[in-house]
């Protein structure tokens, strides 16, 4: 278990060292029209506010990040396609999942709720890995690459320096437990910094492989079905 931060820093501040998401593509879990997500991060992120500092992750977009598959910028709308359509054919036979968000977990850069079991997401990446790899001959950058934490939602970031303690002392270490099946994976644009939360879904592929949907009403000028 990583040892909780002292300190608070900015997620996007001149020091950043990690994986860049702006202009990218991402596989994405979306979990936003989850009731039962929605009512505990809302529960957390009403009780940061006070402290100012942390950006709030927008309800719409709550999500689990799977795998970063490239910049925006050398993913071609044809490789969006053919990416849908491979993740299909790899997630044909694989049932839907469920998964716990359990405890808070704190970074210098902000605060995600902890997402388990992590084995549960092996086929999840595995078919977004492949995908990837057999269409833009990369396996593109599972999350855990790209930080320090295990599998998570991530509640807020960071933006400027403060003291963390405070913060984990009024949140605690978990919060109301909450199981949410998953059977669905997305492919989203990510247009710009992530601050500005541009995003576009591009499609999705259904655990099971029935009836893979468009990506519905969050759907933009990337949707290919």
Request: proline share 9%; with cysteine.
């Given at each position: ?50 402290f100012g500092g942390m ?89 855990d690459v790209a930080s ?78």
């Amino acid at each position: 278990m990583s040892p909780l931060p002292a300190q608070f820093t900015d997620r996007w501040g001149s020091n950043r060292g990690d994986l860049s998401y702006e202009d990218s593509v991402c596989w994405h879990l979306l979990l936003g029209s989850n009731a039962r997500v929605r009512a505990v991060v809302a529960d957390a992120q009403r009780r940061l506010t006070p402290f100012g500092g942390m950006h709030m992750t927008p309800v719409r977009w709550l999500h689990v990040t799977v795998l970063l598959a490239g910049p925006a910028s050398a993913i071609t709308r044809d490789d969006i396609g053919e990416m849908l359509a491979r993740a299909r054919a790899h997630l044909a036979g694989a049932p839907p999942v469920i998964l716990k968000l359990g405890r808070f977990l704190y970074s210098p850069e902000g605060i995600a709720l902890a997402v388990s079991p992590a084995s549960a997401l092996s086929p999840v990446l595995a078919a977004a890995q492949a995908a990837t790899r057999e269409v833009t001959g990369t396996s593109g950058s599972p999350e855990d690459v790209a930080s320090a934490l295990p599998p998570h939602l991530t509640v807020c970031y960071s933006t400027g320096e403060q003291a963390a303690a405070p913060i984990i002392a009024e949140l605690g270490k978990a919060p109301p437990s909450c199981e949410v099946t998953i059977d669905r994976l997305s492919l989203v644009v990510q247009n710009g910094p992530e601050q500005l939360w541009d995003w576009r879904v591009a499609g999705t592929a259904r655990l099971g492989g029935h009836g893979n949907p468009g990506p519905g009403p969050q759907t933009g000028q990337w949707d290919v079905g």
